[in-house]
């Protein structure tokens, strides 16, 4: 038997991931009462943290940038009561990222600082600083002309627009003819899933950017952030309800009336904000009346690719920390690893480095990216598998995590020789576990981005239902900066994009 809650909230936001934890704290300071409903028992989606053999593990952000007053998440960060309450680490500014490649012992430093990322790479490349200042001065042109993302920044949506139908892979190589350089400034595509026949240039050229302005760890994980969000959202009185699945939105007169939970529960609201995929929140409803084409849109959206993720424990002070991520790249093609064949799968990989704080010369854990298509793991698509509703996969499924472990294992030897005698313990996760803790697919990103039909994945904040919006980070680009931006984009449907800007703007 189904309950109506009271009372009626103002705004009733769908899943708790950074998107509708920022659309929430900032409606919750406009006045608005607000309710999250997240079906996890952890906040936060991707920033969820988790602890194995003693060590915590970010699932989803390794590192942020753009974090320095005049850079593009500062000011945002400091609007949202962020910036005093994490604890930052700045990354290695002469090389925060190293690029490698199979048969070439150099790592190739990718640097903070736009000199300073001129004059490393120009160490390896001392005949390319031409080829250097066109990349650095294609990267400027689009970051300038993307309103929101420095907030003082005034342009028209016609220039970002434009530079919707760029490629990366042909920004890159128009840049410079030397192959080794087009492939280190390609390297790190894992950061935006590129594939060279569909990747904007503006998605890269707004996350490098952030990146190369300044690199930063969040010490104790990205649940610090949910967690900082959290805390001021229910002081203002807000409500997050966790272990809560919504199954259903209840549309009558063409607006939702209320959310429906898994346990029967019914939560009313006057405007609703998805933080789900725009397909999943689709599906959530009766969609009676909304136009086919619109609707079939958004029904067979593509998505990005999806990882195997090693989790490994060390040994105490078995392996140095190293203030850096190492992109390895064992492929002809940098811009086909999502495409890899069966004998090359876990040979590009990214690793990224845990401190330990009790030596912290130290590291503590390591994790280990590699692509996995989501069809590797149908085989198993009908298992669950969370903290609320635990099935244990059967041994097959436990046998091809192991292989893969072990696949894995030999290839970033080629990194870390000693690995296997540094590690105390190891754990993985699959495109399920992603699928599973977050939602969609098993998705990196969610929606791929295709710079040959850019508006076909081009998903807007306003919905064909008037009291539903989307946020998260469908909306203007996956990544705290980007959600956060959606954020910010979405909120502006209700409150106004100019007084919030002047808001975010004035601290
Ligand atoms: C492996 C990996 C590494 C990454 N590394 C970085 C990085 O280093 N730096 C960076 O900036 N970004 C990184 N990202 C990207 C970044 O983490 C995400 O883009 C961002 O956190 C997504 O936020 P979101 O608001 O879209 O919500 P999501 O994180 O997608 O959260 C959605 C929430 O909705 C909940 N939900 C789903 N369905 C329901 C339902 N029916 N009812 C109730 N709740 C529901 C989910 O449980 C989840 O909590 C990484 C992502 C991944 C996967």
Known sequence: MSKISKPTYDIVIIGSGLGGLITGLILSRE????????????????????????????????????????????PYFKYLGLMDELNLEKMEIDGFD???????????????????????????????????????????????????????????????????????????NDCTQDKKLRAVLSANNLLYAGEGAKAPFYIHALIINSYIESSYRIIGGGSKISNALA?????????????????????????????????????????????????????????????KSYLNRVLNLENTTSAFILYITLKPKSLKYEKVNKYHINSNDVW?????????????????????PKDPEYAKSLIIITYMRVKEIKKWANTYNTTTDLSIRNKEYQDFKEEKSQLLLNEIEIKLPNIRNNMSAYNSSTPLTLRDYIGADGSLYGIKRDYNSP????????????????????????????????????????????YLKDKIKSL
């Open 455 to 498: 508006l076909k994945s081009y998903i807007n904040t306003r919905t064909k239902i008037p009291n539903l919006l989307l946020t998260g980070q469908n909306i203007v680009m996956h990544g705290v900066l980007g959600v956060t931006i959606g954020a910010v984009v979405t909120c502006s449907e209700l409150v106004g994009r100019d």
């Open 336 to 356: 086909n690893l999502t495409n890899y064949k069966p004998e090359d799968w876990g040979k590009s990989f990214a690793i990224y480095y845990n401190q330990s």
């Open 98 to 172: 190293l690029i490698s490649f199979s048969n070439d012992a150099n790592e190739y430093p990718i640097a903070q600082g736009y000199d300073n990322f001129k004059t490393q790479l120009l160490k390896f490349f001392p005949n390319e600083e031409k080829g250097l200042d066109e990349y650095i001065s294609k990267i400027k042109e689009v970051c300038n002309s993307f309103s929101l993302y420095y907030i003082n920044t005034n342009t028209s949506i016609e220039a970002e627009v434009e530079h919707f139908y760029k490629g990366a892979k042909d920004v890159i």
């Open 231 to 291: 805390k001021q959202i229910k002081a203002l009185g807000g409500h997050i309800l966790r272990n809560k699945e919504v199954v259903g939105l209840n549309r009558v007169n063409n607006k939702i009336e209320s959310a429906e939970l898994k346990n029967g529960e019914l939560i009313k609201g006057k405007t609703f904000i998805s933080n789900i995929h725009p397909t999943q929140t689709f599906n959530l409803m009766d969609t009676k009346g909304i136009r």
């Open 31 to 74: 006045g608005y009462k607000v309710c999250i409903i997240e079906k996890n028992a952890q906040i936060g989606g991707t920033l969820q943290t988790f602890f194995f053999n003693k060590s915590k593990f970010d699932t989803g952000v390794h590192y942020i940038g753009g974090l320095e007053p005049g850079q593009p998440l500062y």
